[in-house]
């Protein structure tokens, strides 16, 4: 189903779509803040940051291979940028406990 035009003119609409699409956000801002308040949760996120490939470059001869490989980054990148936006503490957290996983 198509979504419904917002009519630019109409400031009750204007104002109605940035109200639903504030609340959204900080709806999705809560689910994260929930999912970072566990160690297992702070754990997977994490980890698919890691498996995203995040933290590596993505340079590959194969154009085809390197674009997935982006792609794949890109999740990562947003996710992370999603943590470090709100959720700063529970990043460092995160890291924290990883190292000592790794030891």
Do not use: W
Request: aromatic share 4%.
């Amino acid at each position: 189903m198509p979504k419904k035009q917002t009519d630019m003119g109409d400031e009750g609409q204007v104002q109605g779509r940035r109200d639903k699409t504030r609340i959204a956000k900080e709806q999705e801002q809560e689910e994260l803040r929930q999912v970072l308040q566990t160690q297992v949760g702070r754990a997977i996120i994490y980890r698919l940051m890691r498996e995203c490939g995040t933290y590596h470059s993505v340079f590959d001869t194969n154009a085809l291979v390197m674009a997935f490989n982006e792609g794949r980054r890109h999740v990562g990148l947003t996710l992370l940028e999603e943590v470090l936006t709100d959720h700063n503490n529970a990043y460092i957290m995160m890291q924290h406990e990883a190292n000592e996983k790794d030891k």
